[in-house]
């Protein structure tokens, strides 16, 4: 069994913690706030620093909200940088920037150890049944050590390409998806408006072309009005952040994304942000 790290033990990271735990391998842990005694009576071992994590770990984790917190967690003055020794992998699964994602893992590459950005998509729910979609970039041979370990948290796992290519094909999946929750949102608040019962407008849809995840699981969300959060508005707001800045870099209009962006800004300004994103439709009823 693997001796592993796992840093930043939040809504996804702690159920993922919990899969390798239960795969057999022991684990050191860190995170920012207090380690989640789920995970403790699980055999989860705390470390004071994420140096400490990293030196005692060959492969370790990180799964943090946003860029500068990964630089943070990495490079720090008690980062993992100062813990890492030649011949460790790194593997970070938070949704970062593509380009920074790059330099971090030169930098780590610099050290002697391997790195892999490894972002996922499916939410708390993905994370808690280990169904998760992992997109991987980086070298071949060393997302073929990590493959088994992946395997415990997720069920599609693809190496896309070299490092920031995982990141790259996440921001496409944010592209997406928060295209979906926008339209679906507009057509269960034109159905409402119409007179017909979203419920049941949702039910037709799910049998023809118009069926999707997004509308199985969001457009359940939006008509019962259950907002809790599995993926956070303020953290889609940062995912789509990243898609129109290297839209802006690479020369490429995004118009619809931009429009999505507006409405989870919509639905910040009125003390949203920490709803789920499904949450979205509550700016489209504003307008109406």
């Known amino acids: 069994m693997a001796t ?3 840093i930043g033990l939040g809504i996804m990271g702690t159920p993922m913690a919990g899969h ?12 920012r706030s207090t380690v989640p005694q789920v995970l403790l009576d699980a055999g989860a071992k705390p470390c004071v620093s994420n ?10 984790f990180t799964m943090v909200p946003d860029t500068p917190d990964v630089e943070k967690v990495l490079f720090a003055e008690d980062g993992v940088a100062q813990g890492l020794s030649p011949g460790k992998i790194v593997v970070d699964m938070s949704s970062i920037g593509p380009m920074e994602t790059k330099a971090f893992a030169a930098r780590i590459n610099a050290l002697g150890c391997e790195y892999l950005d490894a972002p996922v998509s499916g939410g708390e ?11 991987v970039g980086g070298k071949q041979e060393t997302f073929d050590k990590v493959l088994p370990l992946f395997r415990l948290m997720g069920k599609n796992i693809t190496l896309v390409g070299g490092n920031g290519d995982g990141q790259t094909c996440k921001v496409a999946n944010q592209i997406i998806v928060a295209l979906n929750i926008q339209a679906v949102a507009e057509a269960l608040l034109f159905a409402s408006k119409a007179g017909a019962d979203p419920a049941k407008v ?5 049998g023809g072309f118009a069926a999707s995840r997004i509308l199985e699981v969001h457009g359940e969300r ?4 259950t907002f809790q959060p599995g993926f956070r ?13 290297g839209a802006r870099q690479l020369g490429v209009a995004l118009p619809n994304t931009a429009v999505a962006q507006q409405l989870m800004s919509a639905c910040a300004a009125n ?14 009823e504003l307008m109406s």
């Not at 140096?51 to 370790?60: G, H, P, T, W």
């Not at 508005?233 to 800045?245: E, F, G, M, P, T």
């Open 222 to 225: 939006m008509i019962k009005r």
């Open 4 to 6: 592993l790290g796992f």
């Open 202 to 206: 949702r039910q037709a849809l799910m």
């Open 271 to 284: 003390g949203m942000e920490a709803l789920d994103h499904s949450a979205l439709c509550r700016a489209v």
């Open 20 to 31: 390798l735990l239960a795969g057999g391998h022991t684990l050191y842990v860190h995170s």
């Open 125 to 135: 729910v993905g994370a808690k049944a280990a169904s998760l979609t992992i997109m």
């Open 51 to 60: 140096a400490e994590v990293a030196q005692k770990a060959d492969i370790l």
């Open 233 to 245: 508005i303020n953290l889609h707001q940062k995912d789509l952040n990243l898609a129109l800045s």
